[in-house]
């Protein structure tokens, strides 16, 4: 047997984790291990190389993905996918993982469709916007990054009668957002799943100013497109001096938590072992509950996720 990873898409906290514990476990089954640079460029411009031991040394507490990765437009052209594929077959590999998002499974589907390929996709994006599972690699570290600014900020905000708004990445999802709002006492919280209720707010914040508030803080999702909105509504309704901060890819760095640290593990070795019993893969290791499942890659790409009802809740416990 040889398998072989890469990465795709947005980095996420984890990814080099997994990779060390990819390289580390199949060695352990007397495997091959492969290691792809550079994404799905990297796969059709043929920078496949064998992994050693000496390739992931030190790399388990690092952010980013030390095989990097790409977006990749070429892989949108049949020609390009054959190539790729006729670069698996001349290292003679055999099972294929990738740790991606949406866009990167995807393609795979395209891929395996045209060609015989065994893989398992591993969810990795800190949107957490895979359906079907719970959780996706790098999610907890950014979360953590985005805590550790909001409490800076908030020390900021007290200091004088401000407002700030802090907008966090997530693209059409709202779960880092929410998360991020309950987790830091926000005031306010706009996400793309459901309307902000502006009056009924306007009239709370308003009330509470006058008993003493000195100071808010909004939390708005990247995918609502809202944060001048929301800074022209604070400033003119609440008039609060505003401020903006738009956290961007810092959300993406940092060293991984442990607990994806942990959640790599579980999720590569679980990869792993579904290639070694499987020659027709194409499958998405999922989290569960608790526990780890696996779903086709068509069910997964032709579903959309949708934020746990829970999480919608929670906002209004922020009124």
Known sequence: MTFAILCSGGDAAGMNPAIK??????????????????????????????????????????GGTVLRSSRSKRFFDPLFREQAYNNLKSHDITGLIVLGGDGSFRAMEVFSSEFDINFVGIPSTIDNDIYGTEYCLGVDTALNVIRDSLDKIRDTASSFNRAFIVEVMGRDCGYLGVVSA???????????????????????????????????????????????????????????????????????????????????????????????????SNKVVVFNKGTYSFMDIEEVTSHKYELPQHYIDAINYLD
């Open 21 to 62: 514990k990819f390289v580390d476990y199949s060695y352990k089954l007397g495997i091959k291990a492969y290691l792809i640079y550079e994404g799905l460029e990297g796969l059709i411009d043929n920078k496949i190389k064998e992994a050693s031991h000496k390739d992931v040394a030190g790399i388990l507490h690092l």
């Open 182 to 280: 309950i987790v830091s006492g926000a005031e306010i919280c706009v996400i793309p799943e459901i309307d902000l209720e502006q009056e009924k707010l306007e009239k709370r914040l308003k009330k509470e100013i006058q008993n003493g508030r000195r100071y808010v803080l909004a939390i708005v999702s990247e995918g609502t497109k809202k944060t001048t909105e929301i800074y022209q509504w604070i400033q003119e309704k609440l008039e609060l001096e505003t401020r903006v901060t738009i956290l961007g890819h810092i959300q993406r760095g940092g060293n991984p938590t442990v607990y994806d640290r942990m959640m790599a593990f579980e999720f590569t070795i679980n990869a792993v072992e579904y290639l070694r019993n499987h020659t027709d």
